[in-house]
């Protein structure tokens, strides 16, 4: 038997970098109904960081697993999630999720000038 397995439709067909899209989406979404000014940002996945240090430049010691560009003239502010960082130090779906928003909402946190705490309440709680 050749083909898909599932329709597209269904799910099962939806790739892991989809999966994972819509887990930030559902994070921006819970965060957008405290903080509407979220609409004006952008959230960008990315499969892993860049090696030239754009936005900051990381070390062998500690991958990021997201990052922010501030707005700039004729650009909107962005968080950006890598992917592939995030999916290492995971297991689970919820474990993914929980971190996915984790990481959501800290990048959030430092665009505002806020502290996690203050964005979600929640934050930390496991």
């Given at each position: ?12 067909a939806a790739s892991r ?44 010691e500690a991958v990021p ?56 309440p929640r934050y930390g709680?496991?």
């Amino acid at each position: 038997m050749r083909g898909p397995i599932a329709p597209p439709q269904v799910p099962l067909a939806a790739s892991r970098a989809e999966v994972f899209a819509d887990l930030v989406q559902d994070s921006v979404e819970r965060l957008e109904r405290h903080w509407p000014q979220l609409a004006d940002i952008d959230f960008m996945v990315m499969e892993v960081p860049r090696l030239d240090g754009t936005p900051a430049p990381w070390n062998d010691e500690a991958v990021p697993l997201g990052g922010t560009m501030p707005a700039r003239e004729g650009r909107r502010a962005r968080v950006v999630v890598y992917r592939r960082p995030v999916e290492i130090r995971t297991k689970g779906r919820d474990e993914r999720a929980a971190l996915v928003h984790e990481v959501v909402v800290e990048q959030v946190a430092e665009l505002l000038g806020l502290t996690p705490e203050t964005v979600d309440p929640r934050y930390g709680e496991d």
